[in-house]
């Protein structure tokens, strides 16, 4: 079986700070993938990243950033300096074969994240 | 490209009255899902195909619903009778099928049941 975790239902910040979402994910499978996607407003789910698990390398994308660590099973994601139009619902998913020999993702409940101007 | 198209994006309907939504995926494209999201469940897989053909469909709710996906250029999902409980907003993702790939998702259909 797999899960995931994202145990911050709604953050609230003020333009100018930094904010870190919590993933975290339970798998037997040695193989995988996770994923962040972002859901504004206007509904429609947004790729951000996908990272697999056997590159721990952290990513920085402009203001985002993807901390991955096996050790814990958490694939956390840091937004630097947040704007309003980081508003959104973000979602952490899991893909391994363990759900019947396909990848078919599980995604977390999200995080609604307010940035305040 | 124009991404996932979503028809209808909004349906409202009465209870025991057919549905259909319908999916276009990006040409290409390999696999396509069917989701539906509610506040209270989150974000919930109904069925998954690769290459046009059902891999797995047990996050099919019951036997009311029933998708299909008679070629790579088009899906359909159908509920037959919608009850209330079936308001959500339903959404079509599609992507490069096998390695975990990501998924590029439609705008979503908003379906009201009264």
């Known amino acids: 079986a797999q899960k995931v975790t994202q145990a911050q239902t709604e953050i609230s910040v003020v333009e100018k700070e930094d904010v870190t979402l919590d993933c975290v994910y339970e798998?037997?499978?040695?193989?995988?993938?996770l994923f962040w996607y972002k859901q504004p407003p206007s509904g429609e789910l947004v790729f951000l990243i996908r990272?697999?698990?056997?590159?721990?390398q952290n990513e920085i994308s402009g203001r985002y950033s993807w901390n991955f660590q096996k050790s814990t099973s958490s694939f956390n994601f840091t937004i630097t300096a947040s704007q309003v139009v980081d508003s959104a619902v973000y979602f952490c998913?899991?893909?391994?074969?363990?759900?019947?020999?396909?990848?078919?993702?599980?995604f977390g409940r999200g995080t609604s994240l307010i940035v305040h101007p | 490209d124009a991404g996932v198209i979503q028809s209808p994006r909004h349906e409202v309907t009465e209870m025991g009255q057919e549905v259909t939504l319908r999916c276009k995926p990006i040409?290409?494209?390999?696999?396509l899902f069917w989701y539906r999201q509610t506040m209270m469940r989150g974000l919930e897989l109904l069925i998954y195909?690769?290459?046009?053909?059902?891999?797995?469909d047990s996050g099919m709710p019951e036997d009311r619903f029933s998708a299909k996906m008679p070629n790579a250029s088009f899906s359909t999902l159908k509920i037959q009778p919608s009850e209330p409980r079936d308001s959500a907003v339903y959404f079509c993702?599609?992507?490069?099928?096998?390695?975990?790939?990501?998924?590029?998702f439609g705008p979503g259909t908003r379906l009201t049941v009264l």
């Open positions: 993702a599609s992507g490069y099928g096998g390695e975990g790939n990501e998924q590029f």
């Open positions: 798998t037997r499978d040695t193989t995988y993938y």
């Open positions: 990272r697999n698990s056997f590159d721990e």
């Open positions: 998913a899991l893909s391994d074969l363990l759900s019947g020999g396909s990848y078919i993702p599980t």
């Open positions: 040409s290409g494209h390999n696999s």
């Open positions: 195909f690769n290459n046009n053909v059902p891999i797995d």
